[in-house]
């Protein structure tokens, strides 16, 4: 063998090395994407294949085709933009009524011990009545209309705002206080450097779990005293017995909270750039 | 007595746990002169950590007098640096080292100057904008370093900074501090587990009883400096001063 072979032999080798690292590396990005697709798509054809056949009971569980044919009909007709656009009003008003104060609530017992043993009893005695069981006096109170739907939705959210809020600032390791003590920290400099960012990531915990409290929450509170809503939608569709529509509605529900989730994951990568990814 | 800077008398320190009273540490009484790197060795429980707080500032004695001279009101009298896990996750680097001087309200020229100095000196500059979540044990700890460096202050109070680390960062660490240590002057308190550690930094070792801490010993560490870890162990007080330091703290570490 003379040397030029030699050498084309070890040229084709090298590029047949870097060739199959390439081919491993597009392989493991797009088996992940397929994956991740692979389950909702067999799920739908399977449901489809079992619905036409008629081995699912279609009153109950209608065929995606037919949850669709309804989706397309309610979008046209303009009634889910519409159910859309009300809910939604419904939900960020009421996250937002609950979660401010119960951020300001809760960052001030955690804060203040005085503040703490004062309010802890009152927090620890509301906190258990099932927000559903307050709705009527709340109708009484509030009427049949926006105001009240975002009440009740606000109450769910702020407790769960409080006392997460409450819990991030309290459980902050003792050792920070100590850091701050020994570096010169005023009181004030302490809440705003140390106490404040310290409880962010608890904070956030608990303002997702706030949302999703919101979600469970339109449609109970949609459920009497509303003429339009995502929640309203899936009550009106029971008394039609329209199935289609309310999957419809459960799918909707579905991507807005996955939607929501998204937002505040973004939201919060933004403010606490430092937590562990 | 002018170039005593700390000096305790009869210093005691007890808790109320429940029901009981617990006494950390008691009787504790040294003098300790400007400039002196000093180490407080003891078995676990004995009260070093709860000394250094006291004289810290962060608890209060009950019983007994502590006397620290500050000799200038403009700089800060002592400044801890604590465990790992003690910078502030959600500052950088950069503004972790600066806390110190931001909370003493410095102006940001000066501020910023400081930083970048002990970034350099610590060779932290490429890691000048990371979050502690993205350092190695190591790096966090040569942060917790120059922040207690930067602020200035008279008495350096270190409580096992270097517990956590492997050995490699262990003896790289234990050299720059004593690099940097030698060209401040500060009075050094160092509160450590180990016996090599102590003899190799310090000038003098307070080895205290197990608990209720009292102290068990104070020894001269009289090695020439600077100390270079390569042959620390061969020069001669070294292995005497071990044997001697570990003959007592086992008596302790035993019963």
Not at chain 1, 7 to 13: D, G, I, Q
Not at chain 1, 117 to 131: H, Q, S, W
Not at chain 1, 142 to 161: H, Q, S, W
Not at chain 1, 195 to 218: C, E, Q, S, V
Request: hydrophobic fraction near 45%; glycine fraction near 6%; charge should be neutral.
């Amino acid at each position: 063998m003379n040397n030029a072979n030699i050498l084309k032999k070890s040229n084709v080798s090298i590029k047949t090395a870097s060739k199959s690292d390439k081919k491993l590396k597009d392989e493991t990005k797009s088996n992940k994407l397929l994956e991740q697709i692979i389950s909702p798509i067999t799920i739908i054809i399977i449901w489809e294949v079992l619905a036409d056949f008629n081995l699912i009971d279609t009153r109950f569980f209608p065929a995606p085709s037919t949850i669709f044919h309804s989706f397309l009909s309610l979008l046209t007709s303009g009634i889910l933009l519409n159910d859309l656009s009300i809910s939604l009003y419904r939900i960020i008003g009421g996250f937002i009524v609950g979660a401010v104060p119960g951020l300001i609530i809760g960052l001030t017992m955690g804060l203040f011990p005085l503040i703490r043993n004062i309010l802890d009893p009152l927090v620890a005695a509301t906190y258990p009545i099932p927000k559903l069981a307050l709705m009527p006096l709340i109708m009484i109170i509030f009427g049949l209309n926006d105001l009240e739907k975002i009440i009740v939705i606000a109450i769910g959210t702020f407790f769960i705002v409080l006392m997460n809020t409450a819990a991030g600032v309290i459980n902050l390791d003792k050792i920070y206080m100590d850091v701050a003590r020994n570096y010169g920290a005023s009181k004030k400099d302490y809440y705003l450097t140390v106490a404040l960012p310290g409880a962010l990531p608890m904070i956030f915990t608990g303002l997702k779990l706030g949302m999703g409290m919101a979600l469970l929450l339109i449609v109970a509170a949609e459920m009497n005293g509303a003429s339009s809503g995502i929640g309203y939608r899936i009550w009106e569709s029971y008394n039609i017995f329209d199935i289609p529509a309310m999957f419809v509605s459960f799918i909707i529900m579905s991507i807005l909270g996955y939607i929501f989730t998204i937002l505040l994951d973004l939201i919060e990568r933004v403010i606490i750039p430092w937590k562990h990814s | 007595m002018d170039d005593i800077k700390v000096e305790l008398k009869n210093l005691t320190k007890m808790f109320r746990i429940k029901k009981n009273i617990i006494t950390a540490f008691e009787d504790i009484s040294l003098k300790i002169k400007d400039g002196e790197f000093w180490c407080f060795v003891g078995p676990s429980g004995c009260g070093k950590t709860t000394l250094l707080r006291v004289l810290a500032g962060l608890e209060n004695p009950t019983d007994g007098t502590m006397y620290i001279k500050h000799m200038n009101i403009s700089k800060p009298l002592n400044s801890m640096v604590f465990q790992e896990h003690a910078i502030f996750p959600w500052m950088d680097v950069k503004n972790n080292i600066a806390y110190g001087l931001k909370m003493r309200k410095l102006k940001p020229n000066l501020i910023d100057e400081i930083v970048d100095f002990y970034i350099e000196k610590m060779g932290l500059t490429p890691f000048k904008n990371a979050y502690p979540h993205q350092l190695s044990g190591g790096m966090k700890q040569r942060v917790s370093i120059a922040r207690a460096f930067a602020n200035d202050p008279e008495i350096l109070l270190m409580d096992e900074p270097f517990a956590n680390l492997d050995e490699q960062n262990r003896v790289l660490l234990q050299q720059e501090l004593l690099k940097i240590w030698e060209e401040s002057k500060k009075t050094v308190i160092f509160v450590t587990h180990s016996i090599d550690e102590a003899i190799f930094l310090s000038d003098k070792i307070m080895l205290m009883t197990r608990h209720p801490g009292k102290i068990k010993n104070i020894y001269d560490i009289n090695i020439k400096r600077p100390r270079v870890i390569d042959n620390i162990r061969s020069e001669p007080q070294y292995v005497n001063i071990f044997q001697d330091i570990w003959s007592n703290l086992r008596e302790e570490v035993s019963n």
